[in-house]
């Protein structure tokens, strides 16, 4: 069904229901008085990668945690609007907030694997979910960990501890970790800003292959990066949707100076 669209350019502005993994619509939302997203709607597309740029504090962690209700964590938010996924809104009080999680995975940008071994961390998510039988557990952890390109540097120490891992192994190993879930979307919040260039470009060569899986929405402050991975970009400035079309004409033509101001580093 996906490959119907796999290389086709999709305009963002007009989306089908079927194109679209996550549509927001005019989403507000404040942190006890203060206003950080200001009705803001938009059409996230499926297997596509989404990058959201913007400067520090603009509000780009906070939306995306929206998109698996992590802001419910925290005392204080409040929401206004709509966030649908598969024809759902998430915000619903009758949705299944674990499910969703599952659906929805987030890898953020201190890589954090659980004080365990390599297999335990892969496989955490399925045990939670009561997954016990030795050869399911095999096969997802080595299908999570081939698709997170880290199978050959770890498959002959599966159960030695997570943490003498190398960052950019610890990145990739948590991405397995939300990848052995099988999500239909995959939230990346500045995965690579703590890891060197080479590490980098290994993870993002990692997420053009993810495509195929997953939708991805990418937060970064490596304007690079956005034009090298992303499909789509959305520019966000003081809690509002400035721009967002397809990552070629937001970083050669775009249309709104602010836009152009923050791309060229004039400010942010
Ligand atoms: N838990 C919280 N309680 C109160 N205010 C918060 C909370 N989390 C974030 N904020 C505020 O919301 C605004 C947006 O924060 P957010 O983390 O979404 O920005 P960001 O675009 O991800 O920034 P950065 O690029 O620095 O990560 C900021 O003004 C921040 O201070
Ligand atoms: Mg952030």
Redesign the pocket.
């Known amino acids: 069904m996906l490959k119907l669209f796999e290389h086709e350019h999709l305009d963002v502005k007009r989306l089908s229901d079927e194109e679209t993994a996550i549509e927001v619509r005019n989403l507000s939302l404040q942190?006890?008085d203060?206003p950080?997203?200001n009705d803001i709607s938009m059409r996230i597309p499926k297997h596509r990668i989404t990058a959201?740029i913007?400067?520090?504090?603009?509000?780009?962690?906070?939306?995306i945690?929206c998109f698996n209700r992590m802001?419910d964590l925290?005392s204080?938010?409040r929401y206004q609007g709509e966030i649908i996924l598969g024809g759902r809104d998430i915000n619903h009080k009758k949705e299944n907030v674990s499910r969703l999680r599952t659906q929805v995975g987030m890898v953020f940008?201190r890589p954090n694997p659980f004080p365990l071994s390599i297999y335990e961390n892969v496989c955490y998510g399925l045990r939670l979910q009561g997954v016990n039988g030795r050869r399911q557990l095999d096969d997802t952890v080595e299908q999570a960990l081939v698709d997170a390109a880290l199978w050959d540097e770890v498959k002959d120490r599966l159960f030695e501890s997570a943490q003498v891992l190398s960052g950019g192994q610890q990145q990739r190993l948590v991405i397995a970790r939300a990848l052995a879930l099988k999500p239909d979307i995959l939230l990346l919040?500045?995965p690579t800003s703590a890891l060197d260039p080479l590490t980098t470009l290994y993870i993002e060569e990692l997420m053009a292959g993810l495509k195929k899986r997953c939708s991805i929405i990418i937060?970064t402050?490596n304007m690079q990066q956005a034009a090298r991975v992303s499909d789509y970009t959305a520019f966000?400035h003081q809690?509002r949707l400035i721009e967002y079309s397809d990552s070629d004409s937001l970083f050669t033509m775009p249309h709104k100076k602010q836009t152009e101001d923050y791309i060229t580093g004039r400010y942010g």
């Open positions: 942190f006890s203060k950080v997203l959201l913007g400067q520090s504090g603009c509000g780009k962690s906070t939306l945690s802001n925290i204080g938010c940008q919040d500045e937060v402050h966000l809690g």
